[in-house]
């Protein structure tokens, strides 16, 4: 790593035993650390196995046909554009992912090394090479790669390919690294609580950012329009190095050498970012919890159960409904993953409407966010999940549990979807047809909620506490991925017949029926949480102990 | 097959008891491995009912793999278990009536701890199905017993370690179970925290219901325990009354390291000379 040249030789092996080669040997170990975590998570169990080889067939055939597309690309004249701009996307979802996404990397977790005798610099490069290890950075670097082949052109163009291509790579990975620690101080700084909700927040403008930018390139002559933006997207880095290499291939050498040493800078600067991140984590306690604690207290009750309670029914129903709701809000995970899907919910079909590109339909974008709570309920549990298992020994108590868990939800959801979709509807002044936007939203609604109580009893994965880096354990991050996407598939195949219905009403020229949609997208909804969670108890019930194994990993 | 008894393993240790009532527990040819470490090796343990009964061994020895497992928490690779008569791993109906007659103080898993303490024992009250005024005025005794008023409304997660067990021990008893396991229940508790919580088990006992505890202090399962299990490497190496166990040697610890076969080892001479204060680093 170039970054720091000057350490090495210094840091932990100069006080260290002298047997031991100096500072590059920690590199090393976190290295082969790294791949023996992946090497153990993969081990525990033959799904994961499955999952992992999965998906790294998935990412060396998206790599290969993306290359390729590069490759053909080369000499048309857009080719400059799409480049530069899918290298900037690359690096947003790089920073954006670590905070929104199922990650698990024990080797960056500051927390383990604490007691360590570790200076910053070498650390710092020791995880950053660490992290490069991969199947996403290996991606990264080949899809840089592709983006460099098809704009690089004559001995300078190479050069400087040869230059930006890693260059854009470590960046990205640093950039995220950099971001995730940052939002780790967030999380366990004593407003930690509720900053979570502001993390939630960024991250929602951001998808959206991607979103709209993604919408610009659908329209008619997008890529002309898009002119504008890779101009300035062109000197942010990352996509500045790639910007470098169209410039250096088109003979402005100036312009190429100040862009490589641009996102040069920004490398530099992020990795001292991330070091300030690292030694501030790795020095001061976790604070998150002591204005909970004061919270708590101020709220004295005699009876154990909050004002919540009053309105909840009795028995396990109202008892597990309280916990669910009280854990959204006062778990950071849980309420930085709520914030977001309600953020999300909110922001994607209202800003689609304003800017007059909307349509009523995007209000069921609400509803599959919200649905996503739903999943990996006893995951969210962590190892505590024991105590739900000492008190469920028939298919009737797993159906009890399963079905507060979701009523906690619909208890937030519900009134949310209706009301997300009416906003949409209204902004788009297309009262008519608030009824079918309605039934559509909550028959989504109704299927993400079924797939993910089938979902949390079939595939249940841990959600580490110890450490804000993980949102899963090393080795269960395919398992979480296949089983959010396979159940988001599943509600939208779930949920055909209501879109069928819909299509059919529009095409027919029956539009005067379309208000039926409502009573039959609830009722549809209603029945399809009912089947999840019909399917769901049995499993459950019967895989008590291995879901326990699965939720206490990591 | 999880409930497959173990021909023949029955009449090894598992005599039935000498009165003839249901023991407490009742374990016939257990076993379970992971991967290639057999954690359990085929194990038959019977405990009385009504007695302070302590399993005890070194770390490894396959105690919590085996608490887990009489208490639902773990599947077997074999064996059976019994718990007040009822199979831990049968049907459902007999599955319910183990759970509800047993309280459990596992070690090395969470609590709900972002709830206060209070919370805590109202959640784990009603989930067992106790009416709510009820759940409310056991916890409300508890809390007080074990010295825990105070905290109440503070959050699990900003419990101290003896705390933690406090507030789990009184989980586990809310329900008044019949049968009470607790793993490592003194582990890094303080003197004065393991002094109430010695207070309320032996109040606990005294009435007739059962504990069972592991833990590898033998001056506390001597003090404590009428019953021992000894157990290494995954095998029961004896079973029975304290005095039985312990028998001619001067104390539990002696004769617990002469069953394990630890007597012999003793720090070899040279091989830590680097080892102090004196010494070149």
């Given amino acids: ?554 | 097959m999880p409930d497959q008894a173990f021909d023949g393993a029955f009449d090894k240790a598992g005599a039935a008891p000498e009165d003839g009532a249901v023991p407490a527990v009742h374990v016939e040819g257990l076993w379970k491995r992971f991967g290639q470490q057999i954690a359990v090796n085929g194990i038959d343990l019977v405990l009385p009912a009504g007695r302070f009964i302590g399993l005890v061994g070194p770390n490894g020895a396959g105690k919590t793999t085996t608490l887990s497992m009489i208490t639902g928490l773990l599947r077997p690779d074999q064996g059976r278990i019994r718990v007040a008569g009822h199979d831990v791993w049968a049907d459902p109906e007999s599955v319910a009536q183990v759970k509800a007659r047993i309280g459990i103080l596992p070690e090395g898993l969470r609590l709900f701890e972002r709830l206060s303490g209070r919370e805590l024992l109202a959640y784990s009250g009603r989930l067992r199905g106790l009416p709510g005024a009820e759940v409310d005025k056991r916890a409300a005794q508890l809390l007080d017993v074990l010295d825990l008023t105070g905290s109440q409304n503070k959050l699990v997660v900003d419990y101290s370690t003896g705390m933690r067990k406090k507030i789990g021990l009184a989980a586990a008893l809310l329900h008044n179970p019949e049968v009470l396991f607790l793993d490592e229940p003194f582990e890094g508790v303080d003197p004065v925290s393991a002094q109430t919580i010695r207070g309320v088990l032996e109040r606990y006992t005294a009435s007739g219901a059962t504990v069972v505890f592991s833990s590898h202090v033998m001056e506390l399962v001597e003090s404590l325990c009428d019953w021992v299990a000894v157990m290494a490497a995954g095998r029961i190496r004896a079973q029975g009354p304290l005095a039985e166990v312990r028998g001619d040697a001067p104390s539990l610890q002696a004769a617990f390291l002469e069953l394990v076969g630890a007597n012999g080892r003793e720090a070899a001479g040279d091989s830590l000379d680097w080892l102090g204060g004196g010494a070149q680093r």
């Fill in chain 1, 1 to 554: 790593m170039s970054a720091f040249p000057t350490t090495t030789g210094s840091g932990t092996g100069s006080d260290a035993a002298g047997t031991t080669a100096p500072a590059a040997s920690l590199t090393s170990v976190f290295v082969r650390l790294k791949l023996s975590l992946l090497r153990n998570g993969l081990r525990q169990s033959g799904g994961r196995t499955a999952a992992y080889i999965l998906s790294i067939v998935f990412g060396a055939v998206l790599a290969a046909a993306l290359v390729l597309a590069f490759v053909l690309m080369r000499g048309s004249a857009d080719a400059d554009s799409v480049a530069i701009l899918l290298v900037g996307a690359l690096a947003l979802s790089w920073a954006v992912m670590p905070l929104f996404i199922p990650s698990g990397d024990e080797t960056l977790d500051p927390s383990r090394l604490v007691m360590l005798p570790l200076r910053p610099r070498p650390l710092v490069r020791a995880l950053l090479v660490a992290s490069l290890v991969g199947v996403g950075p290996v991606l990264t670097f080949v899809l840089a790669l592709g983006a460099a082949l098809s704009v690089a052109h004559g001995a300078a163009g190479t050069v400087l390919a040869v230059l930006a291509v890693p260059l854009t790579a470590v960046t990205c990975v640093a950039l995220s690294r950099a971001v995730a620690a940052a939002n780790i101080r967030l999380l366990t700084s004593r407003k930690g609580r509720d900053l979570a909700l502001l993390s939630g927040l960024i991250i929602a403008v951001g998808m959206q950012l991607v979103n709209f930018g993604a919408q610009r390139l659908g329209q008619a002559g997008g890529l002309e329009s898009l002119e504008p933006v890779t101009a300035v997207v062109g000197w942010l880095p990352p996509a500045a190095a790639i910007a470098a290499v169209d410039s250096a291939a088109q003979g402005d050498y100036a312009v190429a050498a100040v862009r490589l040493l641009l996102t040069a800078a920004a490398l530099v600067a992020l990795l001292y970012w991330w070091q300030r991140s690292l030694v501030r984590l790795m020095v001061e306690p976790d604070g998150s919890t002591i204005g909970a604690a004061s919270d708590a207290g101020v709220r004295d009750r005699s009876d154990g159960t909050g004002l919540l309670g009053r309105f909840l029914p009795d028995g396990r129903t109202g008892a597990v409904m309280e916990r669910s709701l009280r854990y959204l809000w006062r778990d950071p995970k849980t309420k930085a993953g709520a914030v977001t899907s309600l953020a999300l919910g909110l922001i994607v079909p209202l800003v689609n409407a304003l800017q007059g590109t909307g349509s009523i339909y995007w209000a069921c974008f609400a509803s599959g966010m919200l649905g996503m709570l739903m999943y990996n309920q006893f995951g969210q549990d962590t190892s505590a999940f024991w105590i739900v298992a000492q008190t469920i020994s028939t298919t009737a108590d797993a159906y009890a549990e399963l079905r507060a868990r979701a009523m906690a939800l619909l208890v937030i959801t519900l009134p949310y979807s209706v009301f997300v979709t009416a906003l949409t509807v209204g902004i788009l002044g297309e009262w008519q047809q608030l009824p079918e936007a309605v039934g559509l939203a909550l028959g989504l609604l109704g299927a993400m909620l079924a797939t993910g109580s089938v979902a949390s009893g079939a595939f249940p994965y841990s959600i580490p506490q110890d450490s804000g880096y993980k949102n899963v354990a090393p080795g269960q991050g395919a398992l979480a991925w296949i089983s959010i996407f396979g159940g988001m598939l599943t509600a939208a195949l779930l949920c055909a017949p209501l879109i069928g219905a819909t299509i059919y009403f529009h095409v027919s020229d029956q539009e005067s029926l379309l208000w039926l949609l409502f009573p039959a997208g609830s009722l549809y909804g209603a029945l399809l949480v009912w089947a999840g969670l019909k399917v769901a108890a049995p499993r459950t019930a019967r895989r008590l102990p291995e879901i326990l194994a699965a939720v206490s990993k990591g």
